[in-house]
DNA sequence: CCGAGATGTTTCGCGTGCGAAACATCTACC
DNA sequence: GGTAGATGTTTCGCACGCGAAACATCTCGG
C-alpha cells in the first residue's frame, strides 16, 4: 500500500463525515416524523412496510427492517398494546406469526406522507445520471475493500468459530 | 424536477444500500474488536478516544462519540465500575467532570490495534485521489440536497418551536 | 453581595438492539 | 410413526440512546 500524503488523509476524512452525516440524517428524519404521528422511527418504518406490502411473518419483518428477531418481538409488543397491528398464526405452520396493520395502524399509516428514506433517495435522484454512475462505482470499490480488510484483519477467528 | 427513469432509480437503491452497508459494516466491525477486548461498542471508541486526546470532560466526550449527557453518563458509570476510567471533579469549574482512563484502561487501549473507524478510513484510502475527490464532490451535493429537502419537507414546525 | 438565568451532569422512564437460551412446531430420515 | 435436527418466535439480561426534569454550580447584571 502506498504511503497516504496528508491531503488525502483529510479528504478521508470528509468523505467518512459525510457518509455519517447521510446516515444519521436519514434516522433523524425518520425520528422526526415519526414523532408528529406519535410513534417511534422503528414503529413508523413498520407501519409504513406493511402498508406497502402487506401482511408479513415477523421473520420477514425482521430482514426487512435489518433487526433481529427477538428485537422485532418487542417493537410487535409494543405496536399490539398500541391497537397497532395485531399477530395472527399462520394456519400452515403454526410455528408462524403474520403481523397486520389495524384499521387504526392503516390509517396512521395513510397520513404519513412519505417513507422517511425516500427522502434520502430524491435527494440522490438530484444527481445527474453520471455522478450516479460515478458514486456507485466508487462506494461499491470501497465496499469491496471493506469486505477484504474485514476477511483480513478481523475475520481470523470469526472463521474457527464458523466450524 | 425532472421525472425519474427507473434505471436511475435502481441505481439510487444501489447507491443507498452501499452507504447503509458500509455504516452498518463500521458498527459490525467496532463491536467485533471490542467483543475481543471484553468490551462494547462505544467501550471501546471511550477508551481509544481518551488513549488519543488525553482527559476529557463528559460533554466533550459526548460531542467526540456523538451521543448526549444522559447516555454517556451511562457509558461512563459501567466503565467506573470496570475499573476502566475514573471521574475527577474540576477544581476550577465544579460542574464539570473530567474522565481518565485507569492504568488498566491504558493497558487495554493499548491492546487494541487499530481504532474501528481506522478500517474504514483505509478503505477509503484505497481509492485513487482522483476518485476520493470525486466521491467528495457528489456526497456533499448529496448531503446539501438532504438538508434543502428538510428544510422544506420537515422543518416547518421546527422552526416553530425553535421560538 | 445576590438572585436569575446559563451551563455541566445526573436521574428517570421508555424504546430499541443484541445474543443466548427456551419453547413450539415442522421436516426428514429411519 | 417416531425422533433428531431445523426453523420461527419469544424470553431474558444487558447496554445503549434519547428527552425531560432535577440538581449543582457558575456567571453576570444590578
Tied chains: 1, 2.
Excluded: C, W
Excluded at 428485537?71 to 403474520?98: A, P, W, Y
Excluded at 470499490?141 to 466450524?163: F, L, S, T, W, Y
Aim: hydrophobic letters at 40%.
Amino acid at each position: 500500500m502506498p504511503p497516504i500524503s496528508p491531503d488525502i488523509k483529510q479528504e478521508v476524512d470528509q468523505v467518512f463525515e459525510a457518509v455519517v452525516y447521510l446516515y444519521t440524517e436519514s434516522r433523524r428524519l425518520t425520528k422526526e416524523l415519526a414523532r408528529r404521528a406519535q410513534l417511534t422511527g422503528p414503529q413508523l418504518t413498520v407501519v409504513k412496510i406493511l402498508e406497502t406490502i402487506g401482511d408479513l411473518s415477523l421473520s420477514e419483518l425482521s430482514d426487512k427492517i435489518r433487526a433481529q428477531n427477538s428485537t422485532v418481538t418487542g417493537i410487535i409488543d409494543r405496536m399490539e398494546r398500541e391497537g397497532l397491528v395485531q399477530r395472527l398464526r399462520s394456519t400452515e405452520d403454526r410455528r408462524v406469526v403474520h403481523i397486520r396493520l389495524t384499521e387504526k395502524g392503516a390509517k396512521l399509516a395513510s397520513e404519513i406522507p412519505v417513507e422517511p428514506m425516500e427522502i434520502f433517495r430524491s435527494a440522490l435522484e438530484s444527481l445527474s445520471a453520471q455522478e450516479i454512475r460515478d458514486l456507485m462505482k466508487i462506494l461499491s470499490k470501497v465496499a469491496k475493500r471493506v469486505k477484504q480488510i474485514v476477511r483480513r484483519d478481523v475475520g481470523e477467528d470469526a472463521v474457527a468459530q464458523a466450524k
